[in-house]
């Protein structure tokens, strides 16, 4: 059964820096990994889509990588800025006839102005 | 391109009562997945329509159950609520089953009281 763990649950940083959110999955036979971002109350927002075969993708100021022989994965955030805090989660599909998502408990960034 | 489309945004129910509620993938999207999302818990998967057929089903009892209609929009209900079914809904939309990657809804916060 694969599981998807998020460190550090959460994170204060001063606006401008850059910073590391991780994830890591125990099963390295996956499809694709995710990474989201949720504002309180609200819904999901995709930001990166890194399928198994790649080892990066990047938007803007986002970076991740996806390391699948060590089940890890990283999303790199520069500069960066108030608007950035949310809750992000990882969120892996599995291969395998099961097509569901699995979850990250997520790590909720705070940048302080 | 309009979004994934969640109906109603929000519900108050009684214990005892049933509740359904709707979701609109993307244009040409086939496949719609139900994700439940709760403080204690995180984010869980629920079932996964293609095409107006059930391909996967979460570990949750009898009472949470789905469909799918020819147009692609799903309906998922809830019979004999109870306070613990107090959550987020969430619904995603993919082309083929996340080999793409997922878009999800604004979700329905549902409240059992």
């Known amino acids: 059964k694969q599981e998807v763990t998020q460190i550090p649950a959460a994170l204060s940083v001063p606006e401008g820096e850059n910073l590391v959110l991780n994830c890591s999955f125990t099963d390295s036979a996956i499809y694709n990994l995710q990474w989201f971002r949720q504002d309180p109350g609200k819904g999901l927002t995709s930001l990166l889509l890194i399928q198994s075969s790649q080892r990066e993708q990047t938007s803007g100021r986002l970076n991740a990588s996806l390391d699948k022989s060590s089940g890890r994965s990283t999303l790199y955030i520069a500069a960066s800025q108030p608007g950035d805090s949310a809750t992000y989660l990882c969120a892996v599909l599995s291969s395998g006839s099961a097509r569901q998502l699995t979850f990250g408990s997520g790590t909720q960034l705070t940048v302080l102005p | 391109k309009a979004g994934v489309t969640q109906t109603p945004r929000y519900l108050i129910k009684t214990r005892g009562q049933q509740v359904t509620l709707s979701c609109s993938p993307i244009?040409?999207?086939?496949?719609v997945s139900w994700y439940q999302q709760t403080p204690g818990q995180g984010l869980q998967f629920l079932f996964e329509y293609f095409s107006e057929t059930q391909r996967n089903k979460g570990n949750f009892p009898g009472r949470f159950s789905g469909r799918q209609f020819s147009n692609s929009r799903s309906e998922m209900n809830v019979s004999t609520l109870e306070l613990g079914d107090s959550a987020l809904y969430l619904c995603?939309?993919?082309?083929?089953?996340?080999?793409?990657?997922?878009?999800f809804g604004s979700g329905t916060r549902l409240t059992v009281v």
């Open positions: 995603a939309s993919s082309y083929s089953g996340g080999h793409y990657g997922y878009t």
């Open positions: 244009s040409g999207h086939r496949s």
